[in-house]
């Protein structure tokens, strides 16, 4: 009797100790046991129902038409209250012998509200993402580069052939030439152009904050960490570009970290445990010579050739002067101004050394500076006006050195040739006297008009 009263005991404090409700009937349908998570489901005191009938209290109850039939049932849908819940009913027996009947309640409303939350935050998520892709669109595409010299022409068909493919770029091109239009003109024509195109500047951005920006971090990674933690710009970029501006400036500990990336297609936040997946095609540029760089082991090799699967050379603008009058014309931006011929002339003169993105400030410039409808040569930016300013101004000065220097030049050729005489050994002897080549002596001779 004492250890079957333990036993009880025992199990009472086992049922007690479930998380789902529980109701026990005896075989005559009286309520012999419920616990406290079945007070909590339905709101029904102890004190309320031990002792008394089930179908007295709750009358709705299918407990005892279960424990009749013998056939247990699963999932009963219930609503008390706001609370909503789920119920498993199943007979007891002892020695084949019906002697009572169990009820398992599971409460739903918890898993409600999380599933509701959950979907709202997936709708938020899906908002954002939106929001992320917009922001995040590359503006330029193919039609937007301008200019038809074959230099050009020929990276554009190189770019355009490799865009629809998954292969990552890398493009060299001195300062303003035009490296971020082409990264944006491929992913607009890539597959990946409903997903983002993620600019970042490796030069930029301080080398300590680099790794945060482009692998995010976890909540409380490190102190100062914003509390939720940080997406990274890989993972912004997933599916899309990720544009890694100026790479010849990457510090060499985070190229390992991206060449790990790249290599495994996973990454893992700063912090985190866990590697997440991701699908980013990267487009590459600089206008450092890497070839060199690695040379110096100042960029990883194995990383160079990672991102180097295809390699664009955007020629600089001076080695394609012709498409200067297209570009300036478009910068003008069909604005009712004309640009004087002289300008014309030193804008096709100027070495350009800032490339496109000089001749479109310069062009912007004078037409903030321009009184009439008319570009002339003064309202050049004082950069590209001094170059020329300096050759006008000193134009005599010049010329008069000249003339002094071919004076000089036609007095000591005729001297030479009066000593060693006019035949062919004879300007040999003078030629080697002057200490030039006999081919230049001859050019000399023409040019001066000696007489020979
Ligand atoms: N072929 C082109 N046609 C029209 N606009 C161009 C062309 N190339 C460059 N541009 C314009 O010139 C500017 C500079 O181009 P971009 O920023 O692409 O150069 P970059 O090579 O990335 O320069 P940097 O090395 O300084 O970063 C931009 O405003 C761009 O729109
Ligand atoms: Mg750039």
Known sequence: MQSERKRIGWLEDIIESVHDGILV????????????????????????IIGRPLLQVRPGALLPSVMKSGKPREGVFRKERDMEYVVDMAPIYENNEIIGAVSICKSITEVYVLSKELKQSKQRVNQ?????????????????????????????????????????????G???????????????????????????????????????????????????????GKIGLFELADKGTL?????GDMPLELQAKLLRVLQEGTFRKIGGLIEQEIDVRIIAATNKDLVN????????EDLFYRINSVHLIIPPLRDRKDDIP??????????????????????????????????????HY???????????????????????????????????????????????????????????????????????????????????????
């Open 174 to 228: 001195e300062s303003g030439t035009g490296k971020e239009i082409f990264a944006q003109a491929i992913h607009q024509e890539s597959n990946r152009n409903a997903f983002p195109f993620v600019p970042v500047n490796c030069a930029s951005i301080p080398s300590s904050l680099l790794e945060s920006e482009l692998f995010g971090y976890e909540a409380g990674a490190f102190t100062n960490s914003k509390q939720d």
């Open 25 to 48: 009937i005896d075989s005559s349908g009286i309520v012999q046991l419920i616990n406290e998570e079945y007070t909590n489901i339905t709101g029904v005191q102890k004190e309320q």
């Open 243 to 247: 544009f890694l501006d100026e790479i």
């Open 326 to 363: 297209e570009l300036a014309s478009f910068f003008l931006d069909s604005q009712n101004v004309q640009i004087e011929e002289k300008v014309m002339d030193t804008l096709l003169q100027y070495d350009w050394p800032g490339n496109i993105r000089e001749l479109k400030n310069a062009i």
């Open 366 to 452: 004078a037409i903030n500076i321009a009184d009439y409808n008319t570009i002339t040569f003064d309202d050049l930016p004082q950069s590209i006006k001094i170059p020329f300013l300096q050759e006008n101004d000193n134009l005599n000065a010049v010329q008069s050195l000249d003339t002094l220097i071919q004076e000089t030049e036609r007095k000591a050729i005729m001297e030479a040739l009066q000593q060693t005489g006019v035949t062919v050994n004879g300007k040999k002897a003078a030629a080697a006297q002057l200490g030039i080549s006999l081919a230049s002596l001859y050019n000399k001779i023409a040019k001066l008009q000696i007489e020979s």
């Open 128 to 172: 954002l993402e939106k929001t992320v892709r917009r922001i995040h669109q590359a503006k330029y595409s193919f039609s937007d580069i301008i200019g038809k010299d074959p230099s050009l022409q020929k990276v554009m068909t190189q770019a355009k052939r490799i865009a629809h493919s998954d292969l990552n770029i890398l493009i060299n």
């Open 293 to 300: 760089m690695t040379q110096k082991e100042r960029f990883r």
